[in-house]
T-cell receptor, first 115, second 112 residues
């Protein structure tokens, strides 16, 4: 079974631009979570989607948004990019949260560099 | 909310030695504890996990122990090899719709 895939793998943008990142979960997984990883802050939770609904949200500004489609694929968008948004953005999928199916499996990440 | 502390932040060992990474959690309702290994340029990969109804779990050279009373759990790697060099993350989860809380990570360096 294919793992979590993320596109693109690398991205360079300039301040003020916007960016959209894509995540395809493992087949059959219905929950998708997004994390921002930086050397100084570790893994920070952005948001989680289940059945096209945002169920959980981390402490990030409104410039960060996301959505999930009916096939469980998810996208996240960052508008008005700032230098501090440079990070590795990780997507993780899980089968069905709860009932012992909450293990998250991570994709390889999208490395975003904002200049 | 849940708080997970992970120690040490850096661990340097010689090949063949054992390595131990410790995590503590604050929410007694947490019942699922996964460990992830992240190699350079890759996403975190699940290496072992444990649930609150189990005290210890082993998988070849890797083992995890859980002390619910003290609210801490540990990762043990025996006979370390250079390919074990990576950043290791612990996490604690209450299951259901709750998102796991991650530790800050431990950079393990195994010297050949």
């Amino acid at each position: 079974k294919a793992g979590v895939t993320q596109t693109p793998r690398y991205l360079i943008k300039t301040r003020g631009q916007q960016v959209t990142l894509s995540c395809s979960p493992i087949s059959g997984h219905r929950s998708v979570s997004w994390y921002q990883q930086t050397p100084g802050q570790g893994l920070q939770f952005l948001f989680e989607y289940f059945s096209e609904t945002q169920r959980n949200k981390g402490n990030f500004p409104g410039r960060f948004s996301g959505r999930q489609f009916s096939n469980s694929r998810s996208e996240m968008n960052v508008s008005t990019l700032e230098l501090g948004d440079s990070a590795l953005y990780l997507c993780a999928s899980s089968l069905i949260p709860g009932l012992g199916q909450e293990t998250q499996y991570f994709g390889p990440g999208t490395r975003l560099l904002v200049l | 909310g849940e708080n997970v502390e992970q120690h040490p932040s850096t661990l340097s060992v010689q090949e063949g030695d054992s390595a131990v990474i410790k995590c503590t959690y604050s929410d007694s309702a947490s019942n699922y504890f996964p460990w992830y290994k992240q190699e350079l340029g890759k996403g975190p990969q699940l290496i072992i996990d444990i649930r609150s109804n189990v005290g210890e779990k082993k998988d070849q050279r890797i083992a995890v122990t859980l002390n619910k009373t003290a609210k801490h759990f540990s990762l043990h790697i025996t006979e370390t090899q250079p390919e074990d060099s990576a950043v290791y993350f612990c996490a604690a989860s209450k299951g259901g719709s709750y998102i796991p809380t991650f530790g800050r990570g431990t950079s393990l360096i195994v010297h050949p």
